[in-house]
T-cell receptor, first 116, second 112 residues
Framework: GAGVSQSPRYKVTKRGQDVALRCDPI?????LYWYRQALGQGPEFLTY????????KSGLPNDRFSAERPEGSISTLTIQRTEQRDSAMYRC??????????????FGPGTRLTVL | GQQVMQIPQYQHVQEGEDFTTYCNSS?????IQWYKQRPGGHPVFLIQ?????EVKKQKRLTFQFGEAKKNSSLHITATQTTDVGTYFC????????????FGAGTTVTVRA
């Protein structure tokens, strides 16, 4: 596709339910990142994949959060037993992955998660 | 841990005027990146600065990286309504360049 896509764009769920957020990166991009963005704040790093390998998950808030990228392309961020404090915009970004320090990250439109 | 701070948080500008937004890091950065997020949109990469004292221009936007590589600035001249949005700076953690620390952003509104 032309850019990073994410689905769903909006998700409203009840506290205690599990949610799965999907990210489809730019074709051929090796690196994939998940961020969380609160209102009025910049994106906050959650996790990073290089191909299918999860290289860094240090930003995941707790063990209710997990992510996978089984075939090195589409990625899913799963939040189990959602809580109201999980409400935020979840953004995915991808990059070519050929050079970390000069690697432009392209962000998707995000999934707005609301936990009631 | 590293923190990237931006000031001001809000910038209200008369169309045609100039303004500057600043970014400061608690640690030395290997590079600094700037992103723009339009209202309701997503962050879009603008530029990356790598060298100490580096200055880059994009039309009416001038980006500067400090000599100590701990601060950066974005100066916009002759502000237009198309400049509306939030400007974020982001710096990589020292040992993990893929992991970006974003500032809270400067939200710019323009009075016509």
């Amino acid at each position: 596709g032309a850019g990073v896509s994410q689905s769903p764009r909006y998700k409203v769920t009840k506290r205690g339910q599990d949610v799965a957020l999907r990210c489809d990166p730019i074709s051929g991009h090796v690196s994939l990142y998940w961020y969380r963005q609160a209102l009025g704040q910049g994106p906050e790093f959650l996790t990073y994949f290089n191909y299918e390998a999860q290289q860094d998950k240090s930003g995941l808030p707790n063990d209710r959060f997990s992510a996978e990228r089984p075939e090195g392309s589409i990625s899913t961020l799963t939040i189990q037993r959602t809580e109201q404090r999980d409400s935020a915009m979840y953004r995915c970004a991808s990059s070519r992955g050929d050079s970390y320090s000069t690697d432009t990250q392209y962000f998707g439109p995000g999934t707005r998660l609301t936990v009631l | 841990g590293q923190q990237v701070m931006q000031i001001p948080q809000y910038q209200h500008v008369q169309e045609g005027e100039d303004f500057t937004t600043y970014c400061n890091s608690s640690t030395t950065l290997s590079n600094i990146q700037w992103y723009k997020q339009r209202p309701g949109g997503h962050p879009v990469f603008l530029i990356q600065l790598v060298k100490s004292g580096e200055v880059k221009k994009q039309k009416r936007l001038t980006f500067q990286f400090g000599e100590a590589k701990k601060n950066s600035s974005l100066h916009i001249t002759a502000t237009q309504t198309t400049d509306v949005g939030t400007y974020f700076c982001a710096g990589p953690y020292l040992s993990n360049d893929y992991k970006l620390s974003f500032g809270a952003g400067t939200t710019v509104t323009v009075r016509a």
